[in-house]
């Protein structure tokens, strides 16, 4: 009787044993085929790389009355009608507040903050039209030099395709920007020696970057370093662009937070 009842029992563990190594099976496997670990320890998510500003030339949220993250930004705002409003609420990309900036009847709007003088920089902002350019090549992003001469600047064209322009030459991306939508942007950008620069400019409607460029230059000009990367908008009445989470680091940005 006694060893009918360890039989008994042995056989449910076994049984409770498959039954759990099923499951452990049935969980292990994804829908595309791909096995992942299992493990009782909750996976650490991997932190996105604005979760704080350290180690960043740039970080700057818009957040609270003026500028954030203790920087100092200068502003220029077109003549008759031009608007650099950084405590704007109505479409804001992250928090609670970001940057509008609408050009003058005669003079652009823009607003710069400058970093130590750098060779290369990855930068990433999102952006929002809310009325597009009147005209092509208008600026969306500047990047310049000590001299504040604009170096490589991302322009919008009337069909709201990006492009990236540099000395009179430029090259296009192939789908528009929609209205009244956040996109991110990353972009990287990195001088050369006569006509070897490199830069390249990603889109995303997520925090996500993607593993493809939209813009890809690698026979750029320019050969001196940059010290600035602002928002600015075209030099004519027009436009209505918002901005928020504008990032300038050395080294490569990756996904970011929301
Ligand atoms: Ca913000
Ligand atoms: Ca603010």
Same mark, same amino acid.
């Given at each position: 009787?006694?060893?009918?009842?360890?039989?008994?029992?042995?056989?449910?563990?076994?049984?409770?044993?498959?039954?759990?190594?099923?499951?452990?099976?049935?969980?292990?496997?994804?829908?595309?085929?791909?096995?992942?670990?299992?493990?009782?320890?909750?996976?650490?998510?991997?932190?996105?790389?604005?979760?704080?500003?350290?180690?960043?030339?740039?970080?700057?949220?818009?957040?609270?009355?003026?500028?954030?993250?203790?920087?100092?930004?200068?502003?220029?705002?077109?003549?008759?009608?031009?608007?650099?409003?950084?405590?704007?609420?109505?479409?804001?990309?992250?928090?609670?507040?970001?940057?509008?900036?609408?050009?003058?009847?005669?003079?652009?709007?823009?607003?710069?903050?400058?970093?130590?003088?750098?060779?290369?920089?990855?930068? $990433?902002?999102?952006? /929002?039209? =809310?009325? !597009?350019?009147?005209? #092509?090549?208008?600026?969306? @992003?500047?990047? *310049?030099?000590?001299?504040?001469?604009?170096?490589?600047?991302?322009?919008?064209?009337?069909?709201?395709?990006?492009?990236?322009?540099?000395?009179?030459?430029?090259?296009?991306?192939?789908?528009?920007?929609?209205?009244?939508?956040?996109? $991110?942007?990353?972009? /990287?950008? =990195?001088? !050369?020696?006569?006509? #070897?620069?490199?830069?390249? @400019?990603?889109? *995303?409607?997520?925090?996500?970057?993607?593993?493809?460029?939209?813009?890809?230059?690698?026979?750029?000009?320019?050969?001196?370093?940059?010290?600035?990367?602002?928002?600015?908008?075209?030099?004519?009445?027009?436009?209505?662009?918002?901005?928020?989470?504008?990032?300038?680091?050395?080294?490569?940005?990756?996904?970011?937070?929301?």
């Amino acid at each position: 009787m006694l060893k009918k009842l360890i039989d008994t029992a042995c056989a449910i563990c076994i049984a409770a044993v498959l039954l759990g190594l099923a499951f452990v099976s049935l969980q292990g496997v994804e829908a595309d085929g791909m096995v992942i670990a299992v493990s009782g320890a909750t996976p650490t998510p991997t932190p996105c790389a604005d979760s704080s500003c350290s180690g960043f030339l740039v970080c700057q949220n818009f957040e609270g009355t003026g500028y954030d993250n203790s920087e100092s930004w200068t502003e220029s705002v077109g003549s008759t009608g031009g608007i650099v409003d950084e405590n704007y609420t109505t479409n804001v990309g992250r928090g609670s507040q970001s940057l509008r900036i609408v050009p003058g009847s005669d003079t652009p709007s823009y607003t710069y903050t400058t970093f130590s003088a750098q060779g290369s920089i990855y930068g $990433h902002f999102i952006m /929002y039209v =809310a009325t !597009g350019p009147s005209s #092509n090549g208008s600026d969306v @992003l500047s990047t *310049s030099d000590a001299d504040v001469t604009q170096l490589v600047a991302i322009l919008m064209d009337t069909d709201r395709t990006l492009k990236l322009s540099w000395m009179g030459t430029s090259s296009s991306s192939t789908s528009a920007l929609s209205l009244n939508t956040w996109y $991110h942007i990353w972009y /990287y950008m =990195a001088k !050369g020696t006569g006509a #070897n620069a490199q830069a390249w @400019l990603r889109i *995303s409607e997520t925090v996500t970057m993607p593993g493809s460029n939209a813009i890809t230059v690698t026979n750029g000009a320019w050969t001196t370093d940059r010290v600035a990367a602002y928002p600015s908008s075209e030099h004519g009445s027009g436009s209505d662009f918002r901005y928020d989470q504008i990032l300038v680091k050395t080294s490569a940005i990756g996904d970011v937070c929301e």
